[in-house]
């Protein structure tokens, strides 16, 4: 048994310690919006915060979760209210396919938290995601808008 606290709730779940984070939060728990892409890191679809800091959650073993704070795109809305960078999202037109998006999110979301206005070199380095539809320029926009309310 493996116990997991994520977006604040504290799950106990019947996996393996070296089964990947991923498929304990989207097969164990039913927390969908956190993307299978690549499978080995590379991507980002999967991004997820522990302790703050964004991860790739393929790439996470469950039992180096354990006893940390782990946020999904699922709980980075507070309260039924979208988190400023969603709510920008909305505003600029970001989503397009949606392969990147809840990672890319999570990145910048933790982003943002360190560096409240991040510049577009900032911004740029903490978008590792991979992007198909290639909305650089929106979610840029989209960064600046949320940083300055």
């Known amino acids: 048994m493996a116990r997991l606290t994520i977006n604040g709730k504290t799950h106990d779940i019947d996996v393996e310690p070296d089964t990947p984070l991923l498929w ?3 097969d164990h728990i039913g927390l969908t919006g956190t993307k299978y892409g690549c499978g080995i890191g590379e991507c980002g679809s999967c991004t997820v915060h522990i302790d703050g800091q964004a991860v790739r ?7 180096a979760a354990l006893g940390k704070a782990i946020t999904t795109i699922e709980g980075l809305a ?6 400023k960078l969603q709510q920008a999202w909305i505003q600029h037109d970001v989503p397009q396919c949606g392969y990147c998006q809840s990672g890319m999110l999570m990145a910048l979301a933790a982003l943002v938290a360190k560096t409240p206005r991040p510049t577009d070199a900032e911004i740029d380095k903490a978008i590792t995601n991979i992007c198909r539809c290639g909305t650089f320029q929106q ?3 989209a960064v600046h808008n949320a940083t300055r309310a």
């Open 139 to 141: 979610v840029r926009d």
């Open 78 to 83: 507070v309260n039924g209210v979208l988190h």
């Open 24 to 26: 304990a939060i989207r």
């Open 57 to 63: 959650s393929c790439s996470v073993p469950v039992g």
